[in-house]
């Protein structure tokens, strides 16, 4: 690393504390402001958005603003709900402490970090950095190297909106970003893989810093025979295949139920022909794989189990088609790391036991998918498993709704944001109590004696 860069962090990381210390960022209306100017920015960005997503992942133009500029919609969420959140909560004060008043008050934790991946390389900077901004912080941002188009377009954007002693991009790659993580900052917000989530909580650890994991793993998706067959299929393969399944949460292999595999797998193949017709390479509608490791690693769970539609590929446009591959035995690499990419196995049960016990005996989801109308089995399914989330009937709508916190459990993950929990995960709540002078009982003060019936009385002991 060159002696400059390290400069410049510390010295933006200064300058932001400073700023943070003038108490600016704590007020609301400051806050409501710089929300408004972040969605003016992305509203006057659009097409450079869609550029820059084209050129990093060839993303079609629908799914960019799907995907990436839709994280308005969080923006606004945060503007027409900040008043109430910042708000003091009233606590509730036992009787025999009457005089007291309690409240619990969020404040804004400082100076945050947010690292993002580069599969959503806009909307997973963006998307973190409103919560940041509606709980009052100042952030320094680290987008994807990876997605260096659309990296390149957030320093640019949030240099000319904001002021970098208040939000400011550092852009570069692990180095750069261990740089950062050497760093006390008062929050980090990471999003990304299992094995760098454990290297940035290992680091902030050596600052006693909170962090947010935001990470992934194998998402698994129950088809059950009671549900309606076109709509399953339509929203698995939409869910599967939108930005060429590179999505967290993409459901990454079907758990079937045997009766009802062969009719699920041709219409799956007739629904892919449907989405991106009969050569996906063709479709304007199908997205590339990121780079050259990422397209070498998908290439090889193409050796796994037998390939029922899909399987071609082109180095050279880094295309993989869309693939539905049979016969996967657990073992098989496909089905020991996260797929991460246009690729989808077919397990098939004959008892929801199996289904259910192979997924508990994996680490915990980011999502669940279960497709049933059996509300008994619903039940089943939330009881008995656990992950980050769980979305019945459907795929990967569950990440649009501002009002349901994101985020996993075990290894897929640490906190959660969105909305509210956006907010909270950038917030300290203090408590506050608070006394007055007229009235001062002498129950609690030495000397006890005589006191201790009434304590007994109070403690209803
Ligand atoms: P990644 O972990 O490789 O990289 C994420 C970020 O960490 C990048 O900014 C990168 O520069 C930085 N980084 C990489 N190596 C580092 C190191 N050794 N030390 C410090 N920083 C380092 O993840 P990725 O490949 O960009 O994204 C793919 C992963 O992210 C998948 O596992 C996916 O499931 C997960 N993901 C999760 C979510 C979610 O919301 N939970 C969303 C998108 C992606």
Redesign the pocket.
């Known amino acids: 690393m060159v002696a400059t860069e390290i400069f410049k962090v510390t010295e933006i990381l200064n300058k932001q504390r400073i700023f943070f210390k003038t108490g600016q960022t704590k007020n609301v209306a400051f806050r409501i402001a710089q929300l408004k100017i972040l969605k003016q920015a992305i509203i006057e960005n659009k097409q450079a958005i869609i550029q820059a997503l084209t050129a990093d992942l060839r993303k079609p133009e629908f799914e960019t603003y799907a995907s990436e500029i839709g994280v308005i919609k969080e923006v606004d969420y945060g503007i027409k709900n900040i008043t109430n959140w910042t708000k003091p909560k009233k606590a509730e004060i036992p009787l025999e402490l009457l005089p007291y008043s309690a409240k619990i008050q969020p404040e804004p934790l400082g100076v945050v970090l947010i690292?993002?991946?580069?599969?959503?390389p806009f909307q997973?900077i963006i998307s973190p950095l409103v919560g940041a901004i509606a709980s009052g912080n100042c952030a320094i941002i680290?987008?994807?190297?990876?997605a260096p188009h659309t990296s390149q377009f957030l320093a640019e954007m949030i240099g000319k909106y904001f002021e970098k002693n208040y939000i400011a991009v550092i852009e570069g790659?692990?180095e750069i970003?261990?740089q950062l993580?050497a760093e006390k900052f008062d929050h980090i917000f990471?999003?990304?893989?299992?094995?760098?989530?454990k290297?940035?909580m290992t680091a902030a650890a050596k600052n006693l810093t909170p962090v947010t994991l935001?990470?992934?793993?194998k998402s698994p998706c129950i088809v059950d025979t009671e549900m309606n067959i076109e709509h399953t299929i339509k929203r698995i393969i939409w869910g599967k295949f939108i930005n060429a399944g590179q999505t967290?949460i993409a459901p990454d292999y079907l758990l079937v139920d045997q009766r009802i595999k062969q009719d699920l797998l041709s219409g799956l193949q007739k629904c892919l022909k449907e989405f991106y017709g009969d050569n996906p390479a063709n479709s304007p509608n199908y997205a590339r794989i990121i780079h050259q490791k990422q397209f070498a690693r998908l290439v090889n769970f193409l050796k796994c189990g037998e390939i029922i539609v899909g399987g071609e590929t082109d180095p050279e446009q880094l295309y993989i088609a869309p693939t539905i591959i049979d016969h996967v035995s657990l073992e098989d690499s496909v089905m020991q790391e996260?797929i991460?990419g246009p690729i989808l196995p077919i397990i098939a049960y004959t008892d929801i036991d199996e289904a259910i016990d192979l997924i508990n005996s994996r680490p915990k989801p980011?999502a669940l998918y279960l497709f049933s109308q059996n509300q008994n089995l619903q039940k089943r399914v939330l009881q008995e498993t656990s992950s980050g989330g769980v979305c019945i009937n459907d795929t990967v709508m569950q990440f649009g709704i501002s009002s349901l916190p994101?985020?996993?459990v075990g290894d897929?993950?640490i906190g959660s944001y969105h909305g509210k929990a956006s907010f909270d995960t950038f917030s300290h709540y203090k408590s506050v109590l608070r006394n007055s002078f007229w009235l001062d009982l002498n129950w609690r003060y030495a000397p006890y004696k005589g006191k201790l019936l009434l304590l007994k009385l109070i403690l209803g002991i």
């Open positions: 690292i993002g991946p580069w599969n959503y997973l680290k987008p994807s190297e990876i790659g692990v970003s261990q993580l990471f999003t990304g893989g299992t094995a760098v989530g290297i940035v935001e990470l992934g793993g967290c996260e991460f980011l994101f985020g996993g897929s993950g």
